[in-house]
T-cell receptor, first 110, second 118 residues
Framework: QKEVEQNSGPLSVPEGAIASLNCTYS??????FFWYRQYSGKSPELIMSIYSNGDKEDGRFTAQLNKASQYVSLLIRDSQPSDSATYLCAVTLSYSTLTFGKGTMLLVSP | SAVISQKPSRDICQRGTSLTIQCQVDSQVTMMFWYRQQPGQSLTLIAT?????????ESGFVIDKFPISRPNLTFSTLTVSNMSPEDSSIYLCSVERRGLGGQADTQYFGPGTRLTVL
């Protein structure tokens, strides 16, 4: 049974701070890793993908992957109130099926 | 990415009835998927909609309850049959874009259909 674990939160950070979201996965042969953002009442929106160990940066977002530890994280720099949402970690093998974590709710206070 | 539309955006249905949800993509895609997101929960894959063949269902989901059509590479439908209040959920379709230059294949989601069963 493939599992993806996330702390449900809420994670509360002040505006301008760094938000750190974490995710662990159970299937060692997982190959691709994704972070989706989901605003309340909306569908998930892809914000980052990563599949090699190390860091991948895109604007204020940095995804970090450590396959040996089966751990993937998302850092949001200079957090804004508009970043308040649920962040879903998703993992896939080579045959496309995504397994989602339950998501971490992020609250950024002005 | 992809432009994906779903109809209806929401509906309220009576127990025992069926609802068909449509998913339309702006360009041809090989892989389309149907997910369910129950209140306060994450996404659960129902099935993969295959063009030209039967859908591939995940454990716990059966064709009689969730029949799926995929008549072409831009369109799919999901029917929720003989509904009960436990079927109240958001139903989402997604499409996969093939990765280029070594990038991973990526799924993009439609806006979802919010279903309430009374």
């Amino acid at each position: 049974q493939k599992e993806v674990e996330q702390n449900s939160g809420p994670l509360s950070v002040p505006e301008g701070a760094i938000a750190s979201l974490n995710c662990t996965y159970s299937d060692r042969v997982s190959q691709s890793f994704f972070w989706y953002r989901q605003y309340s009442g909306k569908s998930p929106e892809l914000i980052m993908s990563i599949y090699s160990n190390g860091d991948k940066e895109d604007g204020r977002f940095t995804a970090q992957l450590n396959k040996a530890s089966q751990y993937v994280s998302l850092l949001i720099r200079d957090s804004q109130p508009s970043d308040s949402a649920t962040y879903l970690c998703a993992v896939t093998l080579s045959y496309s099926t995504l397994t989602f974590g339950k998501g971490t709710m992020l609250l950024v206070s002005p | 990415s992809a432009v994906i539309s779903q109809k209806p955006s929401r509906d309220i249905c009576q127990r025992g009835t069926s609802l068909t949800i449509q998913c339309q993509v702006d360009s041809q895609v090989t892989m389309m998927f149907w997910y369910r997101q129950q209140p306060g929960q994450s996404l659960t894959l129902i099935a993969t909609a295959n063009q030209g063949s039967e859908a591939t269902y995940e454990s716990g989901f059966v064709i009689d309850k969730f029949p799926i059509s995929r008549p072409n590479l831009t369109f799919s439908t999901l029917t929720v049959s003989n509904m009960s209040p436990e079927d109240s959920s958001i139903y989402l379709c997604s499409v996969e874009r093939r990765g280029l230059g070594g990038q991973a294949d990526t799924q993009y989601f439609g806006p979802g259909t919010r279903l309430t069963v009374l």
